[in-house]
């Protein structure tokens, strides 16, 4: 890398000597039919106490076990060969589409996967934001995102159909310049953030600023990014993404309003220049103990007495 020019690794479009353009170009074009049903879990016959290798999909997935296994140890390492490693396997994950607005009033929109919700109560959401200057000049020069987000801003999540707007927002515009334009997307107003929500986002959250966390490496010491936090003021949500309220209440759950996955079509990152989205979302019960100990600890004993297993 040179030693004298900022390379993000998220919005360089030769990453690594590739012109990325091409990697795509002898794919199958998208399926964009209407994809989703649920189904049910993946291994229906499993029991309480049994092993991976007793259902088909596990005796599957643990024949892989035969390649074994690379170990990385992170201390020493090129960064850039742990960063690709870890956003590839750290998957799929889900991304922020941030708009935040600077202090001379320039808009600004990116997007963000290492991103998620932390809790529901208060409702906070995060996202970190690398600094890649500390790697070339060792100076703290800030994503526009983060240096706008010391108030406020919005999380959009991304759906198929606005995909490619979306990916485009992380081009590395200068300050001054806003992405809204170039995406081609829709601001609209927020009720309680100076920062507009994206109109074509079917779930968008209006967030002041709760906290902020700067990263600093803990053998060097340089500033490499930043955690914010963002407390959660308001929710907007499509109504055509909702589960249907009627089935809803027919199946007993308590909540009354929430999100159906075949219906938003979010789309994560999956590393590299992938992303996925859910085509086949399936359903699996959880046990309580208080409901269900008995039958549990009746069948793993079971279990372990035919297979010849001690306690
Ligand atoms: C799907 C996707 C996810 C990204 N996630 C992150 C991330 O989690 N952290 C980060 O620092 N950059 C991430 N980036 C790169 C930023 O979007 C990019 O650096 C952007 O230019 C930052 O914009 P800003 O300077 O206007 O805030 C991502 C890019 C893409 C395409």
């Known amino acids: 890398m040179s030693s004298n020019v900022t390379i993000d690794p998220d919005v360089s479009s030769t990453l690594y000597g590739r012109d990325l353009q091409s990697c795509i170009e002898n794919l199958p074009a998208f399926n964009s039919n209407d994809p989703v049903a649920y189904t049910q879990p993946p291994n229906p016959g499993w029991k309480f106490g049994m092993k991976v290798e007793e259902t088909e999909e596990g005796r599957k997935w643990v024949e892989g076990e035969k390649q074994g296994w690379k170990r990385v140890d ?21 991304i922020a589409f941030v708009s935040s607005v600077s202090e001379d009033g320039v808009d600004n929109l990116a997007p963000f996967s290492f991103f ?15 600094n890649l200057t500390w790697e070339t000049d060792g100076t703290s020069k800030f ?3 983060v240096e706008n987000t010391t108030k406020e801003f919005t999380v959009n999540m991304i759906s198929i159909p606005w995909a490619e707007q979306a990916n485009f927002a992380s081009i590395d515009t200068p300050h001054d310049v ?5 995406t081609g997307l829709t601001k609209m107003e927020s009720t309680h953030v100076k920062a507009p929500r994206v109109k074509e986002s079917a779930f968008s959250m209006e967030c002041e600023l709760f ?32 589960v249907d ?22 789309i994560a990152r999956m590393g590299d ?13 959880r ?12 069948v793993v004993d079971e279990y372990k007495k035919e297979k010849g297993l001690g306690n």
């Open 178 to 182: 806003s992405e809204w334009e170039l």
């Open 74 to 94: 992170t201390e020493g390492e090129d960064w850039m060969k742990v960063y690709q490693l870890m956003l590839s396997g750290i998957q799929p994950r889900p």
């Open 287 to 298: 046990s309580s103990w208080e409901k269900d100990g008995e039958v549990v600890k009746k």
């Open 143 to 145: 994503k526009d995102s």
């Open 245 to 266: 309220s009627k089935e809803l209440e027919a199946s007993g759950h308590k909540a009354k309003i929430i999100v159906d996955p075949a219906k938003i079509r979010t």
């Open 116 to 130: 998620n919700a932390v809790g529901p109560f208060p409702p906070l959401v995060s996202y970190s934001a690398m």
């Open 211 to 242: 906290h902020t966390y700067d990263i600093i490496h803990p053998k060097t010491k340089q500033h490499t990014g930043t955690v914010v936090y963002g407390l959660v003021k308001c929710i907007h949500v499509r109504n055509d993404v909702l």
């Open 273 to 285: 220049i992938t992303y996925g989205h859910v085509r086949e979302p399936f359903r699996l019960p």
